[in-house]
């Protein structure tokens, strides 16, 4: 199947500071990717979708002006955790759907980032 | 209406056994259903999908049994391995709506040898 780095895989960072993720799709575009949060033992929250070349379109109760994703290129999103606090603390995944071939626009997953803050 | 409702939360099972998992779902707009493992520390990954319009879809050991009218749909894997220990979401989408995925809340299989 399509393949997705995600990285860092884990970052420990202190109160306050910003932290940037990583999200590539390594043998297909993506114009479309999408972002999750994962609490332990819990399903996959959709933060955000994030569109090639244009504004990314926040869930409701998301903060966009927490979480700033940028999808610059067709194989690259970033999501940036601004000002993190510890209750920002979370497993932070990636998503891309293929867009040439057809199919049926499976997502594929990064392995996720583990996200402390201290 | 967003929906997908999926149970049991946890299931154990024994080694060469069948694990069943159940989703409903209330949209009817969905029309695609992935299924994702997931083992602890890692990303999902997608494991089958099925469209509405096939009522059962096998791949080796897995198996989607799907039923359009009661908006139900489940996986089944056969001859259970410890291996398969982890946690199993299924999902629904929309072509139409952005391929906005919608998950289950899962459900964690300890498959014991």
């Known amino acids: 199947g399509a393949v997705v780095s995600q990285h860092p895989s884990r970052v420990i960072c202190k109160s306050g500071t910003s932290v940037k993720i990583e999200c590539r799709s390594l043998?297909?575009?993506?114009?479309?990717m999408f972002w999750y949060r994962q609490f332990p033992k819990q399903s996959l929250m959709l933060m955000a979708t994030s569109n090639e070349g244009s504004k990314a379109t926040y869930e409701q109760g998301v903060e966009k002006d927490k979480f700033l994703i940028n999808h610059a290129s067709l194989t690259l999103s970033t999501l940036t955790v601004t000002s993190a606090h510890p209750e920002d603390s979370s497993f932070y995944i990636c998503s891309a759907r293929a867009t040439s071939g057809g199919g049926n626009g499976e997502l594929f997953f990064g392995e996720g980032s583990r996200l402390t803050v201290l | 209406q967003q929906q997908v409702k999926q149970s049991p939360q946890s299931l154990i099972v024994q080694k060469g056994g069948i694990s069943i998992i159940n989703c409903a779902y209330e949209n009817t707009a969905f029309d695609y259903f992935p299924w994702y493992q997931q083992f602890p520390g890692k990303g999902p990954a997608l494991l089958i999908a099925i469209r509405p319009d096939v009522s059962e879809k096998k791949e080796g050991r897995f198996t989607i049994s799907f039923n359009k009218s009661a908006k139900q749909f489940s996986l089944h894997i056969m001859d259970s391995q410890p291996g398969d220990s982890a946690t199993y979401f299924c999902?629904?989408?929309?072509?139409?709506?952005?391929?906005?995925?919608?998950f289950g809340a899962g459900t964690r299989l300890f498959v014991k040898a």
């Open positions: 999902a629904a989408y929309t072509h139409t709506g952005g391929f906005k995925t919608i």
């Open positions: 043998d297909f575009q993506a114009t479309t």
